[in-house]
C-alpha cells in the first residue's frame, strides 16, 4: 500500500480503474452483503413517490425545448 501511495495521482487513479476493471469482469464473485440485498428489496417494494421514470424525464425535456 505504501508503494502505491507514492505513485502520483494520475497513476493512482489509473491503478484504481484497472482493479475496478478486474473486479467488474468477475462480477459473480463480488459477494453482496445482506443488507444490501435487503435495502434493494425495501426499495423496490415502496417505490420513492419523488422517483420520475427516464422516458418522462425525456419527453419532459423534449417538450421544454
Known amino acids: 500500500m505504501a508503494e502505491i501511495l ?3 495521482p494520475k497513476e493512482r487513479v489509473a491503478l484504481l ?3 475496478w476493471d478486474a473486479i467488474a ?3 459473480s464473485e463480488v459477494p453482496i452483503p445482506e443488507w444490501h440485498v435487503q435495502e434493494l428489496e ?3 417494494a415502496t ?3 419523488e422517483f420520475v ?3 418522462e424525464v425525456r419527453s419532459r425535456l423534449r417538450d421544454a425545448g
Open 53 to 55: 421514470p427516464w422516458e
Open 25 to 27: 469482469a468477475s462480477p
Open 6 to 8: 507514492r505513485l502520483p
Open 42 to 44: 425495501r426499495r423496490l
Open 17 to 19: 480503474g484497472e482493479a
Open 47 to 49: 417505490p420513492d413517490p
